[in-house]
């Protein structure tokens, strides 16, 4: 525990810690992202070569406003009243340069990489339309496409940078002791044996071990226990664990590269890499609409020998219900989300979450609270709970440790009155002491009852969980014994998960000790349990799990934002750090299971829609496809009808974000 002159640090240290941390973020920036020069010829080239290619992340929009503005164009002078029907296709010759040939050749990367998707209807389409020479309508199939694309981007726009987010929020500058002073180094430049300074609210630079000073770090994000770890000479302290409010002095056991941090890193940088790409809905439905629509065309053309058939058949199979309609309902399911608090950072979860069978779940402030709780008070022969939690709780209110809330909330709710404390004194590492109604008080731990004078005492048996002593007049008097209690709807929301989204498997795992683990989940329903896994032995669970089935990790530490990127989907509980939520697929701002079970039912309401909209789409596309066929639909009639299909579906699809009907079943 902490002592008042540590509470009150120095204004000087803490205006130090902020600059820093300042500098590091913008070294780690212009560490990681070399400068490029704009106007160089090479980076000219790149830009080129991505926007005819569809890689620009603009490319889509610019091609869907340049076909809209050929078309435009075209209409007006074909039917402007001055004579300029000649030069009526000149716009559409430039919107098809501009926009049509970075379609067609984007396409026809794809189709060289074996990706057969529902677009190569569309370039099927324009490429014919152009040798008919039907302009009009190879121009309005550029603008479906690029339309649907644009959405499409706009929809799965993400700002995540999982790894520089991490790499911020290390310091890149450390402050080693020497014989000379105190003088600032590169993190990379730390050597194993270093005497390193980490100032008050300042993150740990490398793995090492406390040599001097008293105080405690919080470790939570990177091991899942939920308490701050009280640290004393001898300690072993973690790279990236939050430094409280006194100042250690550490000697450095681990390079930087080596040290937690860093390993948390390289896995979530391979893990990043392995992580397979989501199959999206509207590539499963195309994979087979796409060879019904060619075949359809041909066979029409085969027939009657009319090739404007092949193209008529095309235009309307053009399966804009795929590229438009789904982009709509999932921009309408991302509003939804927002509204109830939920942010999506990547669209293509929506699609996959009802189908998802196994559900694994961080312990700490997942399936728990993540604050400590007292429901175990065991007194000595002689001692009473109720006055002994009232003179603990007496000297804890002037307390700042993590532990100090839990006994004063339990004294409040049992009435105890509180009384004055005189001679407060509170070393970190050693414990609280002081006087009050009459009686000498310490409050310490179970390995530093040697330094208590006084007769020798039988302990009870250690269980799981913290715990803390208490002495009155230098004889024990009661052992509390602390927990972090399970939300009060754990065991319901988990329960509800079989019968109502088919989950078959659920799991715990978490970087917690064995019985806190085992105990927590026998209380909440959890069958299947792992015990003090670290971020690498996480991730390798997640992978097994995934192999079987599609699964959903729901965290809220550093050390689950590797696992988040493993599975198929990753939904960060809580907003604490930028990492966690830069590496889910989903963030719930409340910590709310409620929330969770809401987010499940806004992606079941946006594949349902999805599905109608896509599906029904197509259905009225297949019998547009036979009035082509059999020469009732002209090219540009296809195209027209093929736009009120789409105005259809995509009315349709806007419905996923019409507030009714319950988002929650439990």
Request: charged share 20%; proline share 5%.
């Amino acid at each position: 525990m902490k002592t008042e002159t540590q509470s009150k640090t120095p204004s000087d240290f803490r205006d130090r810690t902020r600059s820093l941390s300042d500098n590091a973020s913008h070294a780690q920036i212009s560490e990681t992202v070399p400068a490029e020069n704009p106007a160089s010829s090479k980076h000219l080239t790149s830009l080129l070569r991505d926007f005819l290619t569809g890689k620009s992340g603009h490319a889509s929009r610019i091609i869907a406003i340049l076909a809209a503005a050929g078309i435009a164009a075209h209409l007006f002078l074909r039917f402007a009243p001055f004579g300029a029907r000649s030069l009526a296709d000149l716009p559409l010759y430039l919107a098809l340069f501009m926009g049509g040939l970075p379609l067609l050749l984007s396409l026809g990367i794809k189709l060289w990489d074996g990706e057969f998707g529902s677009d190569f209807l569309a370039a099927i389409s324009i490429v014919t339309a152009i040798l008919l020479h039907e302009y009009l309508v190879a121009s309005i199939v550029v603008l479906m496409l690029s339309g649907g694309s644009a959405l499409e981007e706009f929809a799965t726009k993400r700002a995540s940078r999982v790894l520089d987010a991490l790499a911020r929020r290390m310091p890149s500058i450390s402050h080693k002791k020497s014989a000379d002073g105190l003088t600032d180094v590169k993190v990379a430049d730390i050597k194993v044996g270093d005497r390193l300074v980490v100032l008050p609210h300042e993150i740990c630079p490398v793995d090492g071990t406390v040599t001097e000073g008293q105080g405690s770090m919080n470790e939570a994000y990177l091991t899942g226990e939920p308490f701050e770890v009280e640290k004393a000479p001898g300690a072993t302290v973690l790279s990236g664990a939050l430094n409280g409010e006194a100042l250690l002095i550490i000697c450095a056991q681990r390079l930087a590269t080596d040290s937690r941090y860093a390993r948390i890193m390289r896995v979530m940088e391979e893990t990043q890499q392995r992580r397979p790409k989501l199959r999206r809905l509207g590539d499963i439905l195309g994979a087979w609409y796409t060879p019904l629509a060619v075949g359809i065309a041909v066979l029409a053309w085969l027939l009657s020998g009319h090739v404007d058939r092949f193209l008529a058949v095309l235009v309307i199979a053009t399966p804009c219900p795929l590229l438009i309609a789904i982009p709509v309902a999932v921009i309408g399911a991302i509003s939804l989300s927002a509204r109830r608090g939920i942010i999506i950072k990547n669209p293509a979860v929506l699609e996959q979450l009802d189908t998802c069978r196994t559900f694994i779940f961080d312990k700490t402030g997942t399936l728990t609270y993540g604050k400590p709780t007292l429901p175990r008070i065991v007194c000595a022969p002689g001692f009473q709970e109720n006055p002994v939690l009232a003179a603990a709780a007496s000297l804890e209110r002037y307390s700042k440790h993590p532990l100090a809330s839990a006994i004063l909330e339990a004294a409040q709710l049992r009435g105890c009155a509180l009384s004055p404390a005189t001679r407060v004194s509170e070393s970190p590492g050693e414990g609280m002491r002081g006087t009050t109604n009459g009686h000498e008080v310490l409050i310490t731990g179970r390995n530093k009852i040697s330094a208590v004078s006084g007769p020798s005492c039988i302990l009870p048996p250690v269980e799981p969980g913290l715990e803390c002593l208490v002495f009155l007049d230098g004889v024990f008097a009661a052992l509390f014994g602390f927990e972090d209690s399970p939300r009060a709807n754990s065991r319901v929301f988990v329960s509800h998960l079989s019968p109502h989204h088919q989950v078959t498997k659920v799991i715990l795992v978490s970087g917690d000790r064995e019985p806190e683990v085992r105990s927590l989940a026998e209380k909440i329903g959890i069958s299947v349990a792992y015990a003090a896994k670290s971020p690498e032995e996480k991730v390798a669970l997640v992978r097994a799990e995934t192999v079987l089935a599609k699964t959903v990790f729901v965290g809220d530490g550093i050390n689950d934002a590797p696992a988040m990127q493993a599975a198929t989907v990753g939904v960060a509980f809580g907003q604490e750090t930028d990492i966690t939520a830069e590496a889910a697929d989903a963030v719930i701002l409340e910590r709310s299971l409620e929330k969770v079970d809401e987010l499940m039912h806004i992606g079941r309401r946006m594949r349902k829609i999805a599905l109608q909209s896509a599906v029904g789409g197509m259905i009225l596309s297949i019998a547009g496809m036979m009035l082509g066929a059999y020469g009732v639909l002209p090219p540009i009639g296809g195209a027209i009808a093929q736009e009120v299909i789409d105005l259809l579906a995509v009315l349709n699809a806007v419905r996923v974000a019409a507030p009714f009907g319950a988002l929650r079943d439990f």
